[in-house]
Structures are given as structure tokens and as C-alpha cells.
């Protein structure tokens, strides 16, 4: 069936406007409309595309999600060489630089320099024939790179088609891939919690993402460019200065780095130098140097090139961030939330300016995959204020006798067991009630909303109490000879009002139902609805402590496999955290409510015995009325979505829960169509 001019111009339109907000939002950084209608948008012309397959092209906003995996990379021959630069690492090698593109140019006064960060990334091509985005390709040997057309079109900073009409009918532009800081932080940190690989540094990311078959696995990373540059111009015509061809760059769609700058002579180049490299940690993407260009594009092909290099450019090199030494020993550091991770000591050397000593090995996983031992030569690399890493282990400068570290059985910080359960790859340490090194956030965590709820205790003041050596344990804030309208009084911005008032809300939280204690307790993987679950099976702390010692009796409790249930009998086998809870229920600090089964209020075949999720805002009840309606009809709630959930109730801003539930086949229920299943 033919496709109407009406579809086709609605086709068009939503492409046009995507195209816009993708400008706004991945080159500007100033999007004009929120995340929900840039959906709605993409979703009708995906479906648009999905109902006349020949509305579909390459260019299209939604081939950015990746399209199909390739077999190989194709060759690509740049039509202009990609030349690399030569460095110069000191301020005299700049001025010897300067000199010599005044002395061929036969000049005296101070040449005008384009300046620029040197981006850490992976330098790519990108041609555009008639305004449209026709092949990309790495820079490769500067004659020949390869085909990376179908990874390039998933970043959201590269337009599809370029904006305006006064642009050349062939334009080739020359650009930086990278992967920002934040973005490269989060990919390894989630790689991590998954056991996956991760990467050394922004570099070798980016150019990881770009060396995928499967563009799919390139959209998922959060990649960005900055254009620096043009090759082959063809039909058409740029300005005659680099900094003003920049701008006509920007004009086209092309996000260009907010940095550059022109400035004059050498003294204009190392002041720019200086001032980058001061704000250099600042920057939301990786640096190693600055570039100087002779602005001008006659003065440029007047000075030419050497075999390999431009004589009109130049790299500027920041102090190195990767170094060698020698691992020492390995210690093992306790953090806020108990996880215990391994600390190379090494060597003492110069990495970027600052003396390095010691490395984060992240946890058992990196240490086991990098295959760190005591004695290896290793890189190690510092990245602004990042803690410096242990990178990779040379191998071949290992020595016999090189020693791998183990974990320890207990905590460093308290002596309770540390554990580290099959399949993960962290280890905590278990005493959370009691480990000086979790202090601060168990005691934030017992306070919490959804744990005993003490209104008016918040973070801050926490804080004080911690450092003021007034509290060690959640037991010490219903002791009256430690906190007292005195003591509370005595912390900074606390008034005896305010102070009166705390100590009102300490009292109304002395007597919490079994369930939010469990969850303010802190066991691993505890949360909400696991918690309601032990309180609703076991019905006093007593049987629950009883019963801690044999997991498989955990496991008869909905929402307890086998690793919570790991987790629950590691708690309570650790002496301190049971010190902790004595204090806290055996003189009555905190009197606990008994909690005993719900009844079922009735038989109901389409609940009783079903597993529930309920996720997002609901507009007629809140997610705890709508747990306790499950319950009474006999329904389990769990806290996450699994093969084994039978429903997902969502209501607005469901989150990854209900893309879960579609993944699985799970049946999803909105607000209305679980009132109708409550009532059937």
C-alpha cells in the first residue's frame, strides 16, 4: 500500500523536530522540552516507520538505537590525510615552535593562534554529501581507517543531516569521540556491580565503543564529539580562519568544544596553557594537552608539512597520568557501606604532578581479573581528583615469588566476618550495627522515613552526634545519659526548642512494628517488602533470630532465596550486631510490636497465592495501602520483578520495573486495572 503525502510529511516533520531537540539537547546542553514529550515524539515516528517500512533511512533519528550488526569493518581512504601532530612537553619547545612559523613565513609581528583542549579520545572523519551524514570513519593509519558509519550515527551529538543551506555539497569534518568523565565513572561502576569488564580510562573507551559490530552496544555507552576540523570541502566554500570555520561548524549542527579560543603568539599560547591546566579537573571530559594552530588557512599551506605532521600545529602536552611502579603489599580499607576493598601500596611515584602511593584495586573481581599480586610492576593512572587506579599488570616484568592477596575473614575495622557471597564482586564486612567504619550510614539508615522514622534527626546531625562521640550505636540514641535535650541542644544550629522537639520524636519511635525494626536494622538485601514478609512469617524477633541459623527455614518465606537468606543468618551470627539489638529491646529502649499473619479476607482465585510488584505513583491510595489490599487476599509482594512475579502494578513513573515486566511477559496492571482485579 502506497504511502499518502500526508503521512509522508508527517514523517518528515517529527524528524525535523527530533533533529532540533537532539541539537538542543546533546550540543547545546539547553533542551526545550522535557524527556516525556521528546518520547512521545520519537514512539509515533518509530511507529510511523514500523507501518510504512519505506519511511525508514539511515539518516532517521531512530537508527541512533543501533541498526544491524555488522560482519566486519570496512576499509575507508580519507581523501585528505588525518596527520598526527608533534608534541612539545616544555614552555621552550613552544617558543622554538613559534619562531620557526615566523621565520618561514618571513614575519615579525605575533601570529594568531587557534587554540584548543587536545581531547583524550579517538579522532575520527565524517562526510556529509548534500547535507546528509554518508560514511564515518577512525582515523587509522592517516591514509586508510575503518568503517564505523553504523556506531558513529548513535551519538546524539552527531547530526544525520546538517542545518541550514549555505553548507558545501561534500564536507568531510575531523572530530574527537570521547566518553565524559561522569559518563565513564558510571559505565565501570556498573560494570562492576555486574562482574563485567571494565575499562582502564575515557581513551580506551571510547574507542572500545566505536570498534563494536554491534551498534546496539555502541548506543548503550554514553559517547559524545567535539568537531575540531575539516578535510575534503567540495561545492561549496568555509572561511579563510580555522576559528571562523569553527563557527560556521557550529551553525551547520556540529557541537565544537566551548574552549577554543584564538590567541596571539607564544605568550598567548602558554597562557592558555596554564589557565586550561588549572581548571583541567573541572572539565567534563579528559584532556592531555592543549593545540596551537596558525589561524589563518593561507598562512597554513605557506608553512606545510613535514613527512607526517603540519608545521603550522602543535600538541602541548600535560605532565603524563600513567606511570609504572611496583605494588608493595595489598590492605584492605573498610567503607561507609561495608564494603571491603583491596588498596595497592606502592612505589612512591610522579603521576600527573602529584606523588602516588597508593591505588584503589576496586574490589575481589578487578583484583582476580587484573591479576594484581604483591611484587608485580604495574600502571597505574590519576585522573584529576579520581582516586589513582591500578590499571594493568606488566606482565612480563613479573618476578618468581610475586604473591596474590587474600581476603581477610574479618573485618579490618571490627573483626566481625566479612562475606562476599557466590557471584559477587564485593565483600562486606557484617557487623553494620556495630563497625566504626559503616557508623555514620547505619545510623542514617535506622533513622530513615521508612525505618523508625525519627522526624527532625537528619544527615547533618548524625554527623555531629558521630563526631561528638555522643552516639557509637542506634541503642545509644535511646539512652537518656547520652542524648538529652542537653546534649542536643549543645550540636550547632540547635536550639533547646529544637532539641525538645527531637527528643519528642525519639519517644514516638520507641515502639515499631517488627517490620520497619527488620528494615532499620540494615541486613543486605533486606528492603521493605522482605521485611514485611520475616515480620508476617516469623511474628516475634525471637523465633526470627531462632530460625536465622537454618536458611533453608528462611527460604520458606516468600521473597527469601537463598543468598538473602545468606545474608539474615551472616547478621545474626555476628556477636556485636547482637549486642546491639539486646541493648536495644532487652531494657526496653524500643518496645517491638508482634506482628501475626494477615487474614485472608477472602478467598480470591485471582490474588491468593500470586506475587505482586508494585512500582510508581498510584493517584487513589499509596504503594503500602496497595501492598496491605494484596495481602489481605492473600497475595505475596515481593520488591523486585522476576520470572517469578505474576503481576506488576505500575502507576506514574514506573521506572526499569515495567520495562522488566514487558521483557519477561510479566502482566502488567495500571492503577485502574488493578482496582478492577481488587474488586473482581
Not at 542506634?474 to 550547632?492: C, I, M, W
Request: contains cysteine; aromatic residues 6%; neutral net charge.
Amino acid at each position: 500500500m502506497a504511502v499518502s503525502e500526508s503521512t509522508r510529511k508527517l514523517a518528515a516533520r517529527l524528524r525535523d523536530q527530533i533533529s532540533h531537540h537532539d541539537h538542543r539537547y546533546y550540543v547545546l546542553d539547553d533542551p526545550e522540552i522535557p524527556d516525556a514529550e521528546y518520547d512521545r515524539l520519537f514512539a509515533a515516528l518509530l511507529q510511523l516507520e514500523a507501518e510504512h517500512e519505506e519511511l525508514r533511512s539511515p539518516n532517521s533519528p531512530t537508527q541512533r538505537v543501533g541498526g544491524k550488526a555488522q560482519s566486519e569493518f570496512a576499509s575507508v581512504t580519507h581523501g585528505i590525510a588525518m596527520l598526527s601532530l608533534d608534541n612539545a612537553f616544555a614552555e621552550e619547545q613552544v617558543e622554538s615552535f613559534n619562531q620557526r612559523v615566523l621565520d618561514r613565513l618571513e614575519e615579525t609581528g605575533p601570529i594568531s593562534y587557534a587554540v584548543e583542549p587536545k581531547l583524550d579520545g579517538t579522532a575520527v572523519s565524517i562526510r556529509y554529501e548534500s547535507g546528509k551524514l554518508a560514511v564515518a570513519a577512525t582515523r587509522g593509519d592517516g591514509r586508510t581507517g575503518e568503517d564505523v558509519t553504523h556506531n558513529i550515527r548513535t551519538i546524539g551529538a552527531v547530526p544525520m543531516s546538517l542545518s541550514g543551506s549555505d553548507y558545501p555539497q561534500v564536507l568531510e569534518v575531523r572530530g574527537e569521540v570521547f566518553m565524559p568523565v561522569k559518563g565513564f565513572e558510571e559505565f565501570n561502576a556498573h560494570a562492576r556491580e555486574r562482574g563485567k569488564k571494565t575499562f582502564a580510562n575515557p581513551r580506551n573507551a571510547a574507542a572500545g565503543s566505536l570498534r563494536q559490530l554491534d551498534p546496539k552496544v555502541a548506543a548503550s555507552r554514553p559517547l559524545s564529539i567535539f568537531i575540531y576540523g575539516v578535510g575534503v570541502v567540495e561545492g561549496g566554500s568555509l572561511p579563510q580562519q580555522h576559528s571562523e570555520t569553527l563557527a560556521a561548524l557550529a551553525g551547520f549542527g556540529f557541537r565544537v568544544c566551548p574552549e577554543n579560543s584564538v590567541v596571539e603568539g607564544a605568550e598567548g599560547c602558554l597562557g592558555y596553557y596554564r589557565a586550561i591546566g588549572e581548571r583541567r579537573k573541572e572539565l567534563a571530559y579528559e584532556i592531555d594537552g592543549v593545540v596551537y594552530k596558525v589561524d589563518d588557512y593561507g598562512k597554513q599551506k605557506k608553512l606545510g608539512f613535514v613527512s607526517r605532521a603540519p608545521r603550522w600545529a602543535i600538541a602541548h602536552k600535560y605532565p603524563a597520568q600513567e606511570e609504572m611502579t611496583k605494588v608493595l603489599d595489598v590492605d584492605w580499607q573498610v567503607g561507609r557501606t561495608g564494603a571491603v576493598t583491596p588498596v595497592a601500596r606502592l612505589e612512591p611515584v610522579l603521576v600527573g604532578g602529584v606523588t602516588v602511593s597508593n591505588a584503589t584495586l576496586h574490589n575481589m573481581d578487578e583484583l582476580e581479573r587484573k591479576d594484581v599480586r604483591i611484587g608485580d610492576a604495574v600502571v597505574i593512572r590519576r585522573a584529576g581528583d579520581v582516586i589513582p587506579e591500578v590499571v594493568s599488570v606488566v606482565a612480563k616484568r613479573r618476578k618468581k615469588g610475586a604473591r596474590r592477596a587474600k581476603l581477610p575473614a574479618r573485618c579490618p575495622v571490627c573483626k566481625s566476618d566479612v562475606s562476599r557471597p557466590e557471584g559477587e564482586a564485593v565483600a562486606r564486612c557484617s557487623g553494620g550495627l556495630y563497625c566504626s567504619a559503616q557508623r555514620k550510614e547505619a545510623l542514617k539508615h535506622f533513622v530513615s522515613r521508612r525505618a523508625l522514622d525519627i522526624e527532625g534527626l537528619g544527615s547533618k546531625l548524625i554527623d555531629q552526634l558521630v563526631d561528638s562521640k555522643i552516639i557509637k550505636t542506634p541503642a545509644d540514641l535511646f539512652d537518656p545519659a547520652k542524648v538529652n535535650t542537653e546534649s542536643l541542644a549543645a550540636l550547632d544550629r540547635m536550639a533547646e526548642k529544637s532539641a525538645e522537639n527531637l527528643m519528642v520524636a525519639i519517644e514516638a519511635s520507641r515502639k515499631p512494628t517488627l517490620a520497619r525494626f527488620l528494615y532499620a536494622i540494615g541486613i543486605r538485601e533486606v528492603g521493605e517488602a522482605t521485611a514485611e514478609n520475616l515480620a508476617e512469617y516469623f511474628g516475634t524477633l525471637g523465633s526470627l533470630r531462632t530460625a536465622s541459623a537454618d536458611p533453608e527455614a528462611l527460604q520458606e518465606v516468600p521473597d527469601v532465596g537463598p543468598v538473602v537468606a545468606e545474608h539474615i543468618q551472616t547478621f545474626f551470627a555476628q556477636p556485636h550486631n547482637i549486642e546491639v539489638i539486646e541493648k536495644l529491646v532487652g531494657a526496653n529502649a524500643l518496645v517491638i510490636a508482634e506482628s501475626t499473619p494477615r487474614e485472608v479476607e477472602r478467598t480470591h482465585a485471582a490474588i491468593t497465592g500470586k506475587t505482586f510488584v508494585v512500582t510508581g505513583t498510584l493517584s487513589g491510595m499509596s504503594r503500602d495501602e496497595a501492598k496491605g489490599e494484596i495481602r489481605k487476599r492473600g497475595g505475596k509482594v515481593t520488591g523486585s520483578v522476576s520470572k517469578k512475579t505474576d503481576f506488576l502494578v505500575f502507576g506514574d513513573k514506573p521506572g526499569s520495573k515495567l520495562e522488566k515486566a514487558q521483557n519477561l511477559g510479566v502482566t502488567a496492571l495500571d492503577e485502574q486495572g488493578f482496582l478492577k482485579l481488587l474488586g473482581s
